[in-house]
């Protein structure tokens, strides 16, 4: 990925002074706390690498009066002790030597170590025998987030959430911020806000409005449900955002520099730069080689979404002729206002974000609809044609991608723009779903949605008056639950009425009260916490809202589909789930569950 110097915190020194503070983050506020406090004790934090483990320990030694220490060694800071990464030692004995050491003195002075979880769990092994407690506090706070035994605290950072307002906003504005943009001092593309030149200064100013904020927060929130973003690649995703070129003319393998991109301007005025340096283009990897693209967990979430790839016929009907929209819809399309000239190619163009080019030269979208619906020259519709629907980047595509990040509110808010543009158009009721299950509200409604839902995907009986039924595995398992064909009768293991089942939220307690969360997944549990759970995840509820609205085939994954399989595994292997007495057939043809009476022989011996 490209533009990633900001976001590695070795590489941070030389561009701290443009880019100005670090983000602040729970975590880090957490940690220096501690430092001021005086307090003892040892401190692990592990995650990915790039979730900000670096960053953390960097805040912990500054609140002692002292800098990060360069090494990876434990190295002494201000009366504490910090390792920086445990996986730049050497080899396993001497990692485990470290953590030995961290153990012994966390009892009369604070101790700070990062390391990954593979490393972790090294050093959990090897000291097992003198601290047998080590490996389950490591597996329990995989599992919760963070976990605590006396003087030891176990930190996962991949259960934080990026896009946790706060934490949110201060990324966005440690890239975008209106002051980093506005000192360009006499560079020829720095004109006057309603007149943006540079490409770079309008896809910051576009990141810093908030409805294009909260729609990418929308889109970081479903990647979250399939992978763990991390700080590094959100950063480095907005640095390519503001700076990609995705058309091939930049200079500096698929990034704008100042240099590059006065020289553009001077060349060609005016029709230097179109959409394809469009931050709603660049953020799902337009101009990244697929190989590059597939190495980002992050924007291969991204690409899966689907943004735009829906069509849409009013905002499609925008794109032809715009002229009965929103005034906010005309200025998306570069509609010239009244009195402007309307017949130059560029009249009422804004910024790069509403031009196309084509073979015909450079197009706002207005212009482009207008030439497709009453242009009588052959030449120039083909040409529009061609780049509607360009393989690479189609301008149609791109449309809807800037009405989504920028016209949202016309076409009814986030959640209706999200249900008509994106692949997973349920996510935004997950969404809400986890808010008022976070807030205690009352979820009975939802719950039982979830429960038909479940029910028509592994037996097609979509009713909740039964409670959750758990067809025998031989049942479910023979047949792929969603799956396009029909469904056949299944038996019936057991059934769990709905006043048994619970939602909850996974990041709660103390993990809320150390990491920045947001919570993107609900968990279906039917005991209590060691009993079997579901974690149900944008695309699982997607598969499971689409069975219970439209009672046919859904659009399931694999992986979704296996997670299933498990969990009604698990539910039928566990004591806690009755089995029925007598045989219970789930027939999907009379949507009813069918008791079976076996026949009963006289006499028999």
């Known amino acids: 990925m490209p533009g990633q110097s900001g976001a590695f915190r070795e590489l941070f020194g030389p561009v701290a002074e443009q880019l100005g503070p670090d983000v602040r983050s729970k975590v880090s506020d957490w940690l220096a706390e501690w430092a001021s406090s005086g307090r003892t004790g040892l401190i692990v934090l592990t995650g990915n690498a790039g979730t900000g483990k670096t960053a953390a320990a960097e805040a912990f030694c500054i609140a002692l009066g002292q800098q990060l220490p360069e090494a990876d060694l434990l ?19 001497t990692r485990a030597e470290a953590f030995e050491r961290g153990l012994v003195e966390c009892e009369t002075r604070p101790v700070l170590l990062c390391v990954n979880e593979g490393i972790l769990r090294d050093a959990a092994e090897d000291l097992g025998p003198r601290y047998p407690e080590l490996e389950r506090l490591l597996d329990r706070s995989l599992r919760d987030g963070i976990a605590r035994d006396g003087h030891i605290q176990i930190v996962n950072l991949n259960r934080q959430r990026l896009t946790a307002p706060d934490l949110w906003i201060g990324m966005l504005d440690f890239v975008s911020r209106e002051e980093i943009w506005s000192s360009c001092g006499d560079c020829p593309l720095a004109q006057p806000d309603e007149a943006d030149v540079c490409p770079m200064r309008s896809n910051a100013k576009a990141l810093r409005r908030p409805d294009t904020r909260e729609a990418l927060r929308y889109l970081i929130k479903q990647a979250s449900g399939e992978t763990v973003p991390t700080m590094r690649e959100v950063l480095s995703l907005l640095a390519y955002a503001i700076c990609g070129d995705a058309s091939g003319e930049s200079v500096t393998g698929g990034m704008w520099t100042c240099d590059s991109a006065r020289k553009r301007y001077r060349d060609r005025g005016e029709a230097a730069f179109t959409f394809a340096s469009a931050y709603y283009n660049l953020l799902f990897g337009a101009g990244i080689a697929q190989d590059s693209a597939e190495k980002s967990p992050l924007l291969a979430a991204l690409i899966d979404l689907e943004v735009g790839c829906t069509a849409d016929l009013e905002i499609d009907e925008w794109l032809r002729d715009p002229s009965a929209a929103d005034t906010q819809i005309q200025g998306l399309a570069g509609m010239p206002a009244n009195g402007e000239p309307s017949t130059l190619a560029l009249a009422g163009s804004r910024s790069h974000l509403d031009r196309v080019r084509t073979q015909i030269g450079e197009l706002t979208y207005h212009k482009l609809g207008e030439t497709l619906s009453i242009s009588e020259d052959a030449t120039r519709v083909s040409a529009c044609v061609a780049a509607l629907v360009d393989r690479t980047l189609p ?74 039924i758990i067809p025998e595995p031989a049942s479910l398992f023979a047949r792929n639950p969603g799956a396009f064909r029909p469904a056949r009768p299944a038996f019936v293991h057991s059934k769990v009425p709905v006043s048994r089942l619970r939602l909850e939220v996974p990041d709660r307690g103390a993990v809320a009260d150390v990491l920045d969360v947001d919570h993107v997944e609900v968990v279906l549990r039917t005991g209590d916490d060691r009993g ?73 011996k």
Request: hydrophobic share 40%; charged share 25%; no cysteine.
């Open 75 to 93: 190295v002494e800071v201000g009366g504490a002790l910090v390792a920086k990464d445990l996986s730049g030692l050497p080899n396993r004995s």
């Open 532 to 604: 079997p759970a579901l974690t149900i995840t944008p695309r699982i509820f997607q598969a499971i809202r689409e069975a219970e609205r439209y009672r046919g085939p859904v659009s399931n994954g694999i992986a979704e589909m296996t997670h299933l399989r498990g969990f009604y595994g698990r539910l039928a292997d566990s004591d806690d789930i009755d089995i029925l007495d007598g045989l219970l057939v789930a027939d999907p043809e009379r949507g009813a569950l069918v008791r079976a009476s076996l026949p009963h022989f006289e006499g028999w």
């Open 395 to 468: 301008a149609q595509k791109g449309w809807r991608r800037r009405v989504f990040f920028e016209g949202s509110e016309v076409v009814g808010g986030l959640a209706n723009a999200s249900s008509r543009l994106l692949a997973l158009n349920f996510s935004h009721e997950l969404f809400d779903v986890s808010q008022r299950v976070s807030t205690g509200d009352d979820v009975i409604v939802d719950l039982t949605l979830i429960v038909r839902g479940l029910n028509y995907l592994v037996t097609g009986h979509a009713d909740s008056s039964e409670g959750l």
